[in-house]
């Protein structure tokens, strides 16, 4: 299974459903106390089989149907009363389920797979003014405007377009970024890479603009068994809390070192950084580090400082 790779095209239409009647809507706070009680809604399995969801590997659909699992997951994404929720690719809406019953404010997601539409407008009704269904292709949609902050992101992402989704959310324009937390499934790996630290194989890209203004950790795995059908591989959960920048760097000039450094990672920095500076052995060395070093034990705070005196070239 790919976890990168799947560039929708930005700009495309993304269609809201049943938007209208959930848009709007704001439980009171004695509201909240009692919609934890959920309201009855049949088996996801019997939900998958009426709407014919029959899980298509092209959109990275290995579902929860477990609704303690998502109960779990939704948990680890802290208190939700006080908070949107935005989560991308709800599918048959077992995480969504789980989101309404956890008591937030209001849960927005965004999937692509029309068949899904129906099974999640049930949900819906079963939770008058607190889901609102967009249709259509997260890549095409930075952050919807229904939503008000506080906001927490939470999803088991599709496989396909969950790295980019990532990056896009770690390099915002303007810092701290519209989400207040992410809690995301990925593939086991790709958390690893986010959580990793210099001198890991899984150290890159992901973890510098991950760590460099948040704190990334795993909270939780899950085997392949615990989806429908079962990937391949194992799944892990990331929590992402926004931070201060641990070092000052420009984000631009950061995201071009780091991307360059690690776009060839076994090679020294002197070739895999020659195309940002003609006299780039030296302007290596005034950031006091030595030229004859690999990406991979660069730590944030040195890719900060070469980062500066790129900037100054
Ligand atoms: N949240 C559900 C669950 O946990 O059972 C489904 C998760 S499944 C791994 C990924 C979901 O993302 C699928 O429902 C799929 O249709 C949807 N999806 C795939 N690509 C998408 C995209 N570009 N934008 C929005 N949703 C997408």
Not at 56 to 66: E, H, M, T, V, Y
Request: charged share 25%; glycine share 8%; aromatic share 4%.
């Amino acid at each position: 299974m790919p976890d990168e790779g799947g560039k929708g095209g930005r700009g495309r239409e993304t269609t809201p459903r049943g938007a209208g009647r959930a848009a709007t809507g704001r439980a009171t706070p004695a509201g909240r106390q009692g919609d934890r009680a959920a309201p009855p809604l049949p088996p996801l399995r019997e939900v998958i089989h009426r709407h014919g969801l029959a899980p298509r590997k092209a959109l990275g659909q290995n579902f929860l149907l477990d609704l303690n699992l998502t109960r779990k997951i939704a948990r680890l994404a802290g208190d939700l009363r006080q908070a949107d929720v935005l989560e991308i690719g709800p599918g048959p809406g077992g995480l969504t389920r789980a989101l309404l019953e956890e008591g937030a404010r209001k849960v927005v997601v965004i999937e692509k797979d029309r068949r899904a539409i129906p099974a999640l407008e049930e949900i819906a009704r079963a939770w008058p003014g607190r889901l609102e269904i967009l249709e259509g292709d997260a890549l095409a949609l930075d952050r919807p405007a229904s939503l008000a902050p506080p906001v927490k992101v939470v999803a088991n992402l599709p496989y396909n377009v969950g790295t980019e989704l990532f990056v896009r959310w770690m390099t915002p324009p303007a810092w701290p970024p519209f989400w207040e937390s992410l809690t995301l499934m990925f593939q086991r790996e790709v958390a690893e890479r986010i959580v990793a630290g210099p001198g890991s194989r899984s150290y890159g890209r992901l973890s510098v603009l991950a760590q460099w203004r948040a704190r990334p950790r795993i909270v939780m795995t899950l085997p392949p068994s615990a989806f429908t059908p079962p990937p391949k591989v194992h799944s892990a959960v990331v929590q992402v809390i926004p931070t201060e920048p641990v070092c000052p760097a420009d984000p631009k000039m950061l995201e071009r070192v780091v991307a360059a450094a690690f776009n060839q990672r076994r090679k020294m920095l002197r070739a895999s950084l020659k195309r940002l500076a003609p006299n780039i052995e030296a302007v290596v060395e005034r950031a006091g580090i030595d030229p004859r070093r690999r990406a991979e034990t660069v730590s944030v705070a040195e890719f900060c400082a070469l980062a500066g005196m790129l900037a100054r070239v």
